[in-house]
């Protein structure tokens, strides 16, 4: 059973497709599930709007592969594999739809979602959504490229999985996996978006690096 603490937030782990993956529960009413950005925790990415949604809704969220709580394993990241690993972690939960809310790396897996399981999927919201690489400015692609792990020493993000990662020594490991992930990135066509079934909120903004950090 999750541990229940002081600030009614229930957090627990659960096993799924060969992860102990972390989550968060608060509040009560239509579920609402948290998808966070790549190098991200549930914290540092949705820390400061929980409490707001909470208090109308019941707020799921999660931390992927080798993000904050969850320990990364011997495979590579993929949108593919992250959503499976949400779905999974939803029907453990007993959750048979919600409304999904996905910033940046979160808003792909959200999309692979309501694209692969619209079943699952009762309304979207993503922020800085990337579609393809192709929609992305090419200095965007060369800064996550040329990326390395002292270049986010003292962030946020860096301070973040210091402190809570089950294996801090592999934030490095970490960053290259995300470097793999936009290497790897084939998108979504324009036919499969517009199918899209899920009443969707769209920000139109794109993926960035900022002090180095690709989100």
């Not at 541990?3 to 608060?26: F, H, P, Q, T």
């Not at 990337?130 to 301070?159: F, R």
């Not at 089950?166 to 996996?177: S, Y």
Request: include cysteine; charged fraction near 25%.
């Amino acid at each position: 059973m999750p541990d229940k603490r002081n600030n009614g937030i229930k957090s627990g782990y659960a096993s799924v497709n060969g992860l102990d993956m972390y989550y968060e529960i608060c509040g009560a009413g239509r579920p609402l599930v948290l998808l966070h950005g790549s190098l991200t925790t549930i914290e540092t990415s949705f820390g400061k709007f929980i409490p707001f949604f909470a208090k109308t809704r019941q707020v799921i969220a999660i931390e992927q592969q080798g993000h904050g709580h969850t320990a990364d394993v011997d495979r590579p990241l993929t949108y593919e594999q992250m959503a499976e690993d949400t779905i999974e972690l939803l029907r453990q939960l007993r959750i048979e739809k919600a409304d999904f809310f996905g910033y940046s790396m979160g808003a792909a897996i959200a999309l692979q979602i309501a694209i692969q399981h619209p079943y699952l999927m009762r309304k979207l919201a993503v922020i800085a959504p990337a579609y393809s690489n192709d929609g992305l400015y090419p200095e965007v692609l060369e800064g996550e490229e040329k990326l390395k792990p002292e270049d986010l020493n003292g962030t946020e993000w860096q301070k973040a999985y210091a402190r809570i990662a089950p294996n801090p020594e592999h934030w490095p490991v970490l960053i290259a996996k995300e470097q793999q992930l936009t290497r790897d990135f084939k998108g979504w066509t324009a036919d499969e978006v517009q199918a899209i079934k899920a009443p969707t909120d769209h920000n139109r903004g794109f993926r960035y690096c900022s002090s180095g950090a690709c989100s």
